[in-house]
């Protein structure tokens, strides 16, 4: 494993615990999209079914154990405390990002077999599954400081994974092609929000410093 | 080995 990939995946781990913070201590799922964590319930699922299959180390196991588990808690928290009479920003038809993801998991597979195409599937639909949240945000307007944190976090975890992409291709000669284009792909939904990021809090803490 | 049998990433 090298660098990028490490950082990717604490970036990942990092950006899953801000979010079980910030709702947890705030109590409120307030400006967190239902939604987007819902969707990556069925990535993580969908895209880890080969645990009963395929050992590949101690450190793969366990992190796709935490993500599978973590992402049902967080959907689980948010049902908690998910006030109904609050008007909800939660407004995208997220059934076309399923619905999308579906079928370019029938078009990009590497095998046409059932555990194949939802592998496939996870990967498109986790390109797109951050949109609701994005939207979310944009509506809410202002955003709690832990909740760009966390879309900055999750964001920057797949945005590693281009450069452990490079770095195997060089040293593995290995490159996984449905990887790498959904990965790009959901590195470019994010570039609106990491260029607001940018601007908003890496240039406000600049300037608070004395 | 297959693409298929080496999804070893998260």
Known sequence: ?210 | ESEADAHDEL
């Open chain 1, 1 to 210: 494993m090298n660098i990028f990939r490490i950082l990717g995946d604490i970036s990942h781990l990092i950006s899953i615990l801000i979010l079980i913070h910030a709702v947890s201590t705030t109590k409120s799922a307030q400006g967190i999209s239902l939604k987007t964590q819902a969707a990556y319930v069925v990535v993580f699922v969908s895209r880890y079914l080969d645990l009963f299959f395929r050992y590949v180390s101690l450190y793969n196991t366990l992190m796709k154990l935490f993500f599978i588990v973590s992402s049902i808690y967080v959907v689980f928290l948010l049902n908690r405390y998910k006030k109904n009479s609050e008007k909800t920003n939660d407004i995208f038809p997220v059934w076309y990002l399923f619905g999308g993801a579906f079928v370019f998991a029938l078009i990009f597979n590497y095998e046409f077999s059932i555990v194949e195409i939802l592998w496939s599937f996870s990967l498109w639909l986790e390109s797109v599954a951050i949109i609701p949240q994005l939207v979310v945000l944009q509506r809410t307007g202002e955003a709690q400081l832990l909740t760009t944190h966390y879309i900055f976090a999750l964001g920057l975890y797949r945005a590693l994974y281009i450069p452990n992409w490079i770095y195997r291709y060089y040293t593995e000669g290995r490159m996984d092609k449905i990887a790498v284009i959904s990965g790009i792909l959901q590195t470019i939904v994010y570039s609106d929000f990491f260029y607001i990021y940018y601007k908003k809090v890496v240039k406000n803490l600049k300037f608070k410093l004395p």
